[in-house]
């Protein structure tokens, strides 16, 4: 038998010890939750921190921010721009090709990371038509678009390119001291030649002449042609245009031939319609007697003319035609003067040096 006094303070002993356990298990959970909610208050405002990069203890900082909005723009990075991504920008059908307009991420020769734009003919691969280089904004957005950024019109973007304009320079026809000269490029293309004649020079004038129009809608929309008082293009056959000009007794310092046929058979440049006798002497015609003639001669496929052969039949209406490698390519920099003493300068030790110095300098920006 349990004595009953005994009994009632052992259940009083039970409660008071269960009411101190539930006591101990409230402060603990409630110190707990306070805790908890103090490190998410502090966890979020760090990250608040982070993302308005506003800085607190950084006084070089914050005076560049000059309490302005914090930008939401931001430095390159490489995964951005990567190299060997593409951005395609758009397809155009021309009188010859369907063409696409690609964006391409490249190391230049200084292993420096460079947007170049293509303008390739999709049923000729690996033929590009031409190309341009971008200028690189000094921040990006979030989501890269190639698509509106300014071109570099000091980039010449072909070896051939910077030959024949060395060449000419050798020569003396782009001199800064001239007052005027009068430029005709037959072939707009891409316009890579006419842009970089406007913005590298001061006095030159740059007539172009392309017979397909889409083409030049193409060069403006893409490649930065602008037509003004210094540049132009006319809408012709190269050699209507050029007999045109002889009739009217128009005379230029420098004509830039580097029309060209790029169709699934072949390449070639000059197109046929300019290695014909009449055509080869209408453009002696057209050239000031000081003048120059600079010829890029390209031959892929079957049926192009030889360089060999080109050089032969110009070099019966100038006074003398020289040709020169260009590295790495198929490409011949074909040079044709109208005096005896430019032909004989050509020949000499002083022009290819200073050819070479020219070209060394516009690949230098390459």
């Known amino acids: ?72 723009r931001k430095k390159i990075s490489h995964d951005q721009l990567e190299e060997g991504t593409q951005f395609s920008i758009g397809y155009h059908k021309t009188e010859e090709n369907l063409v696409h307009i690609v964006d391409q991420v490249i190391r230049d020769r200084k292993n420096k990371i460079a947007v170049i734009r293509n303008l390739l003919v999709v049923d000729s691969p690996g033929i590009v038509a031409t190309q341009a280089r971008l200028l690189i904004p000094k921040t990006l957005p979030t989501v890269v678009n190639t698509s509106d950024w300014q071109l570099d019109f000091t980039y010449l ?9 060395a060449a000419g320079r ?107 006798s009449n055509a080869v002497q209408l453009m002696s015609q057209v050239i000031a007697k000081d003048g120059v003639l600079l010829i890029n001669h390209l031959a892929i496929g079957v049926g192009p003319a030889p360089y060999v052969t080109v050089q032969k039949l110009f070099g019966e209406f100038f006074e003398g035609c020289m040709h020169f490698s260009v590295p790495a390519t198929v490409n011949k920099a074909i040079v044709c003067v109208k005096r005896h003493s430019q032909y004989k300068y050509m020949q000499s030790q002083q022009f290819q040096s200073n050819m070479h110095k020219y070209f060394d300098e516009l690949s230098s920006n390459a």
């Open 170 to 276: 050798a020569l003396g026809v782009f001199n800064s001291s001239k007052k005027l000269v009068q430029a005709l490029v037959i072939g707009l293309g891409g316009a890579s030649i006419s842009t970089y004649l406007r913005h590298a020079t001061e006095n030159v004038n740059v007539t172009a002449v392309e017979i397909d129009a889409s083409m030049v809608e193409i060069a403006k929309k893409y490649f930065g042609f602008i037509e003004d008082e210094r540049q132009h293009c006319v809408v012709d056959d190269g050699v209507n245009f050029i007999r045109e000009c002889v009739r009217k007794g128009e005379k230029f310092d420098v004509v830039i031939l580097d029309a060209c046929k790029n169709v699934i058979e072949l390449v070639e440049a000059p197109v046929k319609a300019f290695l014909e």
């Open 157 to 165: 973007n072909a070896d051939y390119l910077r030959v024949l304009m």
């Open 1 to 72: 038998m349990v004595d009953s006094g005994k009994r009632k303070s052992n259940d009083r002993s039970t409660l008071f010890a269960l009411l101190a356990l539930i006591g101990l298990v409230s402060v603990t959970a409630l110190g707990a939750f306070m805790l908890y909610h103090q490190n998410i208050k502090q966890l979020t405002t760090t990250d608040s921190n982070k993302r308005d990069e506003t800085p607190t203890s950084s006084p070089q900082k914050q005076q560049k921010t000059d309490g302005k909005l914090p930008s939401r």
